[in-house]
């Protein structure tokens, strides 16, 4: 065996000893977040507390153009996520809300709680996967693909999805393109749209 592969053999095994050195690493926020997240909480002050998570609970008032309320449970309000790459959010809806087109990092998974909702994908042939999706039903978003969710049920919908890491991120394309710092001009080129047709939505996202 070369020395190439003794090293990451013993590399290995070093990271996987590390890992299971502690049953658990809860974060603590209060400190600054490196690649692999918080630095763990003292095991002593450690308290069920730090598992549960009471951020979904209640209603959800949809509060923006798009129509939805999004209440993220990440890492840094849930500490108990810390170290496991998983993140989730609750999805809410008003009649006619969306989740407009946007893309992850990670791969996400969604179930449907209240409501019916058309969910669907584009993957890299612009081929469209879309469903209407009724409450029990889970959908698949694989990783980094363009996605979004349509209310088109007559009343409020909700949805709970589960990412498979602990900083997903989320860009959402049209506040992409018209709610920061991008010229019109430059977003009337990319987007083929007219000149009155980028300000009006430059408009919506208070950049005009």
């Not at 502690?22 to 209060?30: I, K, N, Y």
């Not at 669907?120 to 081929?127: M, R």
Request: glycine share 10%; proline share 6%; with cysteine.
């Amino acid at each position: 065996m070369g020395n190439l592969s003794i090293f990451f053999v013993f590399s290995f095994f070093a990271t996987l000893s590390h890992a299971i050195e502690l049953d658990f690493c809860v974060g603590d926020p209060s400190l600054p977040r490196g690649p692999q997240g918080y630095a763990c909480k003292d095991p002593a002050k450690v308290t069920i507390d730090d598992f549960v998570y009471t951020g979904f609970r209640g209603e959800k008032t949809p509060n923006n153009v798009f129509g939805n309320n999004v209440t993220l449970a990440f890492s840094n309000v849930f500490p108990a996520f810390n170290g496991l790459g998983i993140s989730m959010a609750r999805l809410d809806f008003a009649v006619g809300g969306v989740i407009p087109v946007h893309s992850h990092r990670t791969s996400e998974v969604l179930i449907l709680v209240k409501g019916s909702i058309i969910a669907g994908f584009i993957d890299t042939n612009n081929t469209a996967y879309y469903k209407r999706l009724e409450v029990g039903d889970v959908m698949v978003f694989p990783q980094a693909m363009l996605h979004f969710q349509i209310n088109v049920g007559k009343t409020p919908a909700t949805a709970y999805v589960s990412l498979n890491g602990a900083n997903p991120a989320l860009q959402l394309t049209p506040t992409a393109l018209f709610a920061g710092n991008l010229p019109a001009d430059i977003a009337q080129q990319i987007t083929l749209l007219s000149r009155g047709e980028v300000m009006r939505m430059k408009r919506i996202f208070g950049t005009a």
